[in-house]
């Protein structure tokens, strides 16, 4: 049962409830609470993307881009090993040390990161595949405390709010990464983010107070109990809602990731059209890719906080979770097929823009409000296992199709009717995970039951 199934009377709505209400149906009291996970997901996604830019510098100074794009597959590896280690935790654990503490044992591997860094040891490599671990981790984990605290109805309203920050967090943490580079190094930079990740664990804390303090005393003492042994991977198998959840989101990254392979052939064509495949026009061709991307990058963030900030608690309201499922696979269908027909440069940018953009606002908060009417053991232990594990299978199959793509020499259209494919079976996903949605929601609001096989 989750920890927000029986609450007290709600209190009466405070200024700050009704300042939020443009934005969503907040109710008594729910205005502090949604803030505070707000600025605690924005915290993590804006150190991410420090993180991120450390990163970056790390492992193409020290090993090269070849090197970079053969991580993703040991990302995938440490990922099956961690995620029973979670589920192990969890088991023995409450919410609060389960949540916090695993948060702490990123923010110390970041001290060593630092130590090692500053004793001239090479880095970059370990960097690299534990940041794909850790952002994945992180992020599943605070979705999962998200959900745990609210019931159903109480997520379909506030969630839109709290990916709010969410998309404030990457955005602005771009663009922070920038200007922080030119003030401190890559160590010092981690020890910032140490610091970022202390006041997410507060925050955290608060977020739970005064979830027990809202609560009747029967579920304040269940939200604090150890989730059963079961497996994250074990949970996903035996239940078909999470491992249809499971196929979506490995699908969503597979034309996602080929997406992003389309666009940045295009772009890479296009400067050597421009300025010539020599090595005296090196220079003119990063300055044409850089700028391209930037350009690529703030119609993205810009266009998803929008659709974040003004949209999602609408689709919600009026179309509901489960419809909101088609909005991506719909643009990515109708983007993918233009590009069969129409194969040129501003046809993929447009059709990425509108699908990155829907993806990282929209269909985030879609993806993991799916989980509301879950068990707690779902909540925690599958989400972990479907949005880190799963999330890098689907870059492993994107590796292998962009592989065997190029050795058999296909041109765009190939790629774009194999997405548009990917795609179609994907809205077959979607529609049984909607249904079985539907089927759950008339239990939700009194048990919040797993869904059954």
């Known amino acids: 049962m989750s920890a927000a199934s029986q609450t007290l009377p709600p209190p009466n709505r405070t200024l700050l409830d009704r300042l939020l209400a443009p934005f969503s149906q907040v109710q008594g009291g729910e205005g502090a609470g949604a803030l505070l996970l707000a600025a605690n997901v924005f915290l993590l996604l804006g150190s991410y993307y420090v993180l991120k830019t450390v990163r970056e510098a790390l492992i193409l100074s020290e090993s090269g881009a070849a090197v970079k794009s053969y991580a993703s597959a040991g990302q995938a590896v440490l990922m099956f090993l961690l995620v029973p280690a979670y589920s192990w935790f969890g088991s023995r654990v409450g919410r609060l040390t389960l949540v916090a503490g695993s948060t702490l044992f990123f923010a110390a591997h970041l001290a060593v990161f630092f130590l090692l860094g500053q004793s001239g040891v090479r880095i970059g490599v370990p960097f690299y595949l534990w940041l794909g671990v850790y952002n994945m981790f992180v992020v599943a984990q ?9 019931t159903e109805e109480q997520g379909k309203r506030l969630f839109p709010i709290i990916g709010v920050g969410a998309s404030l967090g990457a955005w602005l943490g771009a663009l922070a990464a920038k200007e922080l580079f030119k003030l401190f190094s890559p160590y010092q930079l981690m020890l910032i983010v140490i610091g970022i990740l202390a006041a997410c664990v507060a925050l955290t804390y608060l977020s739970h107070l005064r979830s027990q303090r809202q609560s009747a005393a029967t579920t304040a003492k269940a939200a604090e109990a150890p989730l059963d042994r079961a497996g994250g991977f074990a949970l996903v198998f035996q239940n078909r809602y999470l491992l249809l959840i499971a196929f979506l989101v490995l699908l969503l990254n597979l034309v996602n990731t080929t997406g992003e392979f389309l666009l940045g052939d295009f772009v890479a064509n296009q400067a050597t059209a421009r300025f010539g495949p ?4 090196a220079a003119q061709r990063g300055a044409f890719i850089g700028q391209f991307y930037g350009d690529f990058f703030g119609w993205v963030n810009l266009l998803g906080f929008l659709i974040q900030t003004f949209l999602v608690s609408l689709i919600f309201k009026y179309a509901g979770i489960g419809a909101a499922l088609f909005i991506l696979p719909v643009i990515a269908l ?11 440069l501003a046809i993929v940018r447009a059709a990425k823009i509108l699908e990155n953009s829907t993806d990282y606002s929209l269909n985030n908060t879609v993806r993991h409000a799916l989980f509301l009417n879950t068990s707690r053991e779902a909540k925690y232990k599958a989400k972990a296992a479907i949005d880190t594990f799963f999330v890098r299978f689907g870059d492993l199959i994107q590796a292998a199709v962009v592989f065997t793509g190029t050795t058999l020499l296909w041109t765009t259209k190939n790629f774009a009717l194999l997405n548009a494919i990917f795609v179609l079976v994907w809205l077959v996903i979607a529609w049984q995970i909607y249904r079985l949605y539907k089927q759950q929601e008339p239990a939700a609001p009194a048990a919040n039951p797993a869904p059954e096989k």
């Not at 020599?278 to 026009?281: F, M, R, S």
């Open 142 to 150: 605070f979705w999962a405390f998200s959900n745990d605290l609210y």
């Open 278 to 281: 020599g090595p005296d026009a």
């Open 334 to 344: 109708l983007g993918y097929s233009f590009l069969i027909f129409v194969p040129v």
